[in-house]
């Protein structure tokens, strides 16, 4: 890691003396090692009525541990996979999962406890010393090594054919090439997938909630929709994709109090038409809070002004959400003027 | 509401009306929400009205206005209808003690309901708003509740959480837990859009859509509704799982292992 | 697996003196293993093996158990999980859900946690060992941290054990997402947001994890196989590299009477740490249990199917991948757009934040090694207090690991607490800066302190409580001497002295030009070992000096 190494005797010592030895108390010394303190015995291995009692603990342990899987079994076996219980002060559960859950827990906790309690009372606490030996191998065998990996170097010639070196680096930096290349088909090129959505010119506004298209009689000010494309059915398959770009937040804000110029063009008697998908990384982006004309997102709390063209005043989003241009058609019903002008969700490279 | 409707039009019912309209002053009609309000009980809506006017004026007309077209203080209440007021005041929310603060919280109802009835009749009298729904409307009779589990998630979750835990809005403002609330404040709520709530009218939310909604409430954010697996944590989700788990999960185990790494107690105490 | 044992002939176990054939069964059973694997070298080495015992050395066991028990209930779950985003309808017994449509992932969750016996109990097994697991990881790598016990010779363990908090926290994300429930589509929807916002190859990525677009049919079944095998296989890779090291390094001991670099003191594997550490697998599989029965993680069934228009407050990840929601949530909008292209900051930031606080775990044994230029083995920890600067390096870390969490929660707190979410997000973003400096101060001031009472304790005893008086009227406490064993104790730790840069002319007297990089390392020692940045340990003299006097006070 590092070119400096600081030499050893500049190295502080834990002690004043050599590394490891341990030393007898040393009169001038009071702080050395005084070595290992000898070993106390425990109640268990002087008496023997507290050894026994020990013993008894354990196995009263373990046969807990028996009667619990028992136990186990028996929940299994009669108790229905339905049933609830209340239990103080859990709530109302499920009573299988709380009886399993509870005797193999005890099951194996009792088996844990018992081993754990025969480990400190009953089998030998004598404390010893192992010695360590350095990681790093000693000189001689470090110079063998080297050796032998010069002679092998050697004998294999790679180091005075060079053509043979090179091509066979080359050959395998190149050989991995074709799994990377294999990986290609996991998806399409993006192309201009970003930038569309379902929306064109005269589809439909449909309400979510109804299914039903939606005439500007049905959005009042201060309420909140959620709208989809007409023709979009989430029982058909790539419903998922469309309704990720596709989805709409439709509220009314009285043309008056509605700042942005283009927000108000584009909108239907200040009815307006946003995207539901946050500029930010995605989250459907839906807290409306009426009275300020705040959109929250509640992943992130990118804050959006829905009076004005919906630009961020808080949080991590970078712009604006996209604005649908909207209108109503012959039958009354509100319809959509053209796609999304810019990408719907969140910013890309590509993007611009 | 439709059973009502079928009883007006009961023959004598006309004759009845006609009647007590010829014996009421013209002026005293003029106060009254347009036809539909002539009913057979008007001397007693009349009254209702008066009462409620009475309590308005004592407990709500120094912010709203005298004559509820709002002030600094409070909004104007023309056109709210019946519901939103029987929302706030049952729940608590009106009267508030400021108008400075981010949010008016539930609290325990100042007035009874007979008296908020009186005040809703009143304010439902100044124009045209939504009433107060019925049992029929927000009962559980008839309700799909996975359905309204469905509508649940795309309309009100975003803030309420996926049960109806709440969940936090802007600048301290919040959306409120939903369990316990009466089935008919849920209604009125989505009905009428209180403080920075948006409203749900039944062009947007269909009265079946809501009440799915609230039978779906009721069935995963009751005092009754089953958590399989134990503990709910508050149904927050993984932030209160991620509590749990490093306070009692793994405080549990450590605990656990500072016995299993304990010297046990020696013969002499040293 | 250890080369210690490497001389013992390996034609030991058919040599002579040896009595075949009258032995018992099982003598005969490991006789016969042993001509085949040899394994009477490893047991040689390993059967007796002194482990120390202390509640912190247990951490990494937790970490291994929860491992273990994830693995088992893991492939349990596989036997009725259906890794496939086909669209269904719901007709099982669960009823707020009947009719509904959703993948076929989240049915089979579903009837995993209503229809299958026990599938409940194995599903919230897993999922509370998985964050126990990665919580685990994470308080075992503080004590190894704050202890020093990353040093030479275990650099290299300290790298797998970052690599496996790493893959764990990657692989619990891939498991949790794997239900196609609405929370844990909405983490992927990050996710996605997130790949996009890298410049350049942003856009590729995304179509090729997702086989399309946002969220096509794929990737579930990519995330599953990732989550059941390769991460899992990496990782148990990686688990059994790090145990053999363990092994092999034997274990680090704090400061004692007896205890050197040069031995390891404590109890023989066999039979008392097999108890202790086959029993506590136990304990944590019981305790596990007990969770799993009386809380429940993940309902989800009350999250519902995912939807991309679709989400619910308190969207957060599991707590192990909250830091990066907290980075995320307090970034600024950042956005910058120029030739027909688009930078976002306001996502790539804290990107690349998230790989910078991870990375630097990494990085810090190397650094701490580099700025002491200490090439020895180190086996004795140190207490935290005596390596002030690393703690307070470490502290600083966490403050910011926490502060972010917080941020990551912000709505949450906003809610209970009844503050501004807004004024949450400010406090985050000052404190991100602010938050881990103060902490860094303080620690190392409070470390400081600490250093200073032990000395005093070395010096003057210990304070007995017991009040005397004295002829002439006045009060004093009587400190008792330590015992020789709690004077080493507190006396055995190293103190480095700041490196100095060298002399500035070379033998002949050339002018030598002094590298910005070892007057960085001269600057960072000075911070690390200087006179602000530890308390001299007592001296012999000292002692002697104040001892000798103590008769007269």
Not at chain 2, 247 to 252: E, N, Q, R, S, V
Not at chain 3, 413 to 442: E, K, M, Q
């Amino acid at each position: 890691m590092s070119t400096q190494e600081t030499p050893e005797e500049k190295l502080p010592a834990g002690q004043d003396t050599a590394h490891g030895a341990v030393r007898v108390a040393d009169e001038k010394n009071p702080f050395a090692d005084p070595g290992l303190p000898p070993h106390e015995p425990r109640v268990q291995d002087v008496d023997e009525r507290a050894a026994k009692r020990s013993e008894r603990t354990v196995a009263l342990l373990f046969t807990l541990s028996m009667l619990a899987t028992v136990g186990f079994i028996a929940s299994f076996v009669t108790i229905p996979v339905d049933q609830s219980v209340y239990i103080f002060p859990i709530g109302h559960i499920n009573a299988l999962n709380f009886a399993l859950g509870m005797t193999l827990g005890i099951a194996l906790f009792a088996i844990g406890a018992g081993a754990v309690h025969w480990a400190r009372t009953l089998m030998s606490d004598q404390e010893t010393a192992d010695e360590r030996h350095p990681i790093a191998a000693p000189p001689e065998v470090r110079e063998k090594v080297m050796e032998d990996f010069r002679q092998g170097a050697k004998e294999s010639v790679i180091g005075r054919r060079k053509l043979i070196r090179n091509t066979m680096f080359g050959a395998l930096a190149l050989v991995p090439l074709s799994g990377v290349v294999l990986l290609r088909d996991l998806g399409p090129l993006p192309e201009t997938k970003l930038r569309h959505t379902a929306w064109k010119k005269g589809k439909l506004l449909v309400n979510m909630n109804t299914n039903e298209p939606m005439r500007p009689s049905d959005i009042i000010v201060g309420s909140l929709t959620f709208a989809q494309p007409e023709g979009l059915d989430p029982h058909e398959h790539g419903f998922m994709n469309e309704i990720a770009k596709a989805a709409l937040m439709i509220v009314r804000i009285q043309p008056e109090n509605i700042k942005d110029k283009r927000e108000l063009e584009w909108s239907h008697e200040g009815i307006v038409a946003y995207s539901k998908i946050c500029t930010h990384v995605g989250c459907p982006i839906s807290l409306y809070e009426q009275q300020t004309h705040h959109a929250l997102c509640p992943c992130h709390q990118s804050t959006f002004d829905l009076s004005d063209g919906a630009r961020v005043i808080f949080g991590p989003a970078g712009h604006a959400l996209p604005q649908l241009r909207i209108g109503v058609n012959d039958e009354g019903y509100l319809e959509a003027l053209g796609d999304f002008e810019e990408p719907v969700g969140p910013s890309f490279w590509e993007r611009g | 509401m439709k059973k009502l409707s079928a009883r007006r039009r009961h023959p004598l019912a006309a004759l009845v009306v006609l009647l007590l309209a010829l014996a009421c002053t013209g002026g005293l009609y003029a106060v009254f929400a347009p036809a539909s309000k002539a009913q057979a009980d008007e001397t007693a809506q009349s009254l209702t009205i008066e009462e409620g006017k009475k309590l308005y004026a004592v407990g709500c007309a120094s912010c709203h206005g005298t004559g509820g077209q709002g002030t600094t203080d409070g909004p104007s209440l023309v056109g709210v209808g019946a519901a939103a007021v029987d929302f706030q005041v049952a729940t608590g929310r009106m009267p508030a003690a400021t108008s400075q603060a981010a949010q008016l919280p539930k609290k325990k109802a100042v007035y009874t309901q007979a008296e908020i009835d009186q005040m809703a009749a009143y304010i439902a009298s100044l124009g045209a708003g939504p009433a107060v729904p019925t049992e029929e409307q927000y009962g559980p009779e008839g309700a799909d509740i996975a359905k309204g589990g469905e509508l649940f998630r795309n309309n009100c979750a975003q803030c309420h959480n996926f049960t109806g835990k709440g969940g936090a809005l802007t600048h301290g403002k919040y959306a409120p837990d939903l369990e316990g609330v009466d089935p008919k404040h849920i209604y009125q709520a989505m009905l009428t859009g209180p403080q920075n709530m948006p409203s749900f009218p039944d062009g947007s939310l269909s009265e079946q859509n809501k009440k799915d909604i609230i039978a779906y409430v009721k069935t995963v954010n009751g005092d009754e509704t089953v958590s399989p697996g134990g503990l709910s944590l508050g149904g927050l989700g993984p932030v209160s799982e991620g509590l749990f788990a490093w306070i009692f999960g793994l405080g549990g185990m450590i605990a656990v292992a500072a016995w299993v790494a304990a010297r046990t107690a020696k013969a002499r105490k040293s | 697996m250890s080369t210690t044992t490497s001389t013992t002939n390996p034609s030991g176990a058919d040599g002579p003196g040896r009595s075949r054939g009258k032995a018992p069964a099982g003598e005969r059973v490991a006789d016969w293993a042993d001509g085949r694997l040899g394994i009477y070298s490893l047991a040689k080495a390993n059967m007796r093996k002194i482990f120390p015992d202390h509640w912190s050395f247990m951490l990494g066991e937790i970490c291994l158990y929860s491992f273990i028990i994830i693995i088992l209930t893991g492939v349990y779950l596989t036997l009725f999980f259906h890794p496939s985003m086909n669209e269904v309808v719901y007709h099982g017994s669960y009823v707020p859900m009947q009719g509904q449509l959703m993948s076929e992932a989240y049915k089979s969750t579903l009837d995993i946690s209503f229809d299958v016996r026990g599938g409940l109990l194995i599903r919230q097994l897993h999922h509370w060992a998985a964050l126990i697991f990665v919580a685990g990881m994470f308080v075992h790598m503080m004590r190894v941290f704050f202890t020093g016990a990353f040093r030479k010779p275990r650099e290299v363990n300290w790298l797998f054990g970052f690599l496996l908090l790493v893959l764990g926290m990657f692989t619990g994300f891939t498991g949790y997402s794997l239900p196609d429930d609405l929370l844990s589509g909405t983490g992927i929807r990050f996710t996605q947001g997130a790949v996009l916002s890298m410049p350049i190859v942003g856009t590729y990525l995304s179509m090729f994890i997702f086989g399309g677009e946002f969220p096509g049919d794929d990737f579930i079944a990519r995330f599953y196989s990732i989550h059941i095998l390769l991460l899992p296989g990496i990782m148990l890779g990686l688990v059994v590299a790090h145990l053999i090291l363990v092994f092999y390094h034997k274990h680090t001991q704090f400061a004692g009477p007896g205890k050197t670099n040069k031995n390891v003191v404590g109890m023989p594997l066999l039979p008392v740490y097999m108890a202790k550490a086959g029993g506590f697998f136990f304990l944590v599989f019981g305790v596990l249990c007990v969770v799993s029965a009386v809380a429940s993680i993940n309902p989800i069934w009350n999250i519902g199917p995912y939807r991309p228009d679709m989400v619910s407050t308190g969207a957060q990840p599991d707590w192990y991948m909250g830091f990066s929601e907290g980075l995320i949530r307090v970034m600024p909008g950042w956005e910058i757009n120029f030739w027909g292209h688009t930078l976002v900051l306001g996502v790539f930031i804290p990107l690349m934040i998230f790989g910078l606080v991870l990375g630097s775990i990494a990085l810090y044994p190397f650094i701490e090694s580099w700025v002491t230029g200490d090439k020895r083995e180190h086996h004795i920890l140190d207490r935290p207090r005596n390596a002030p600067t690393r703690t307070a390096f470490g502290v600083a870390w966490i403050t910011l690991y926490f502060l972010l969490l917080v941020g990551g929660g912000n709505d949450l707190w906003a809610t209970h607490f009844n503050l501004s979410i807004n004024a949450i997000t400010w406090f985050i973003r000052i404190g991100f800066f602010v938050g881990p400096v103060v902490a860094f101060i303080v620690t190392k001031r409070i470390c400081l302190g600490l250093q200073r009472r032990d000395k005093d304790k070395v010096l003057h005893g210990r304070e007995s409580g017991i009040i005397k008086r004295l002829p002439h009227g006045e009060f004093i406490e009587v400190h008792e001497p330590l015992s020789q064993e709690q004077l080493h104790t507190l006396t055995a730790h190293e103190q480095y002295k700041p490196a100095e840069i060298g002399p500035l002319v070379d033998e002949n007297g050339v002018e030598r030009k002094v590298k910005p990089l070892e007057k960085l390392r001269v600057k960072l020692s000075k911070g690390y070992y200087g006179e602000e940045s530890q308390i001299p340990k007592p001296t012999v003299e000292e002692y002697k000096e104040i001892t000798s006097g103590h008769g007269h006070h």
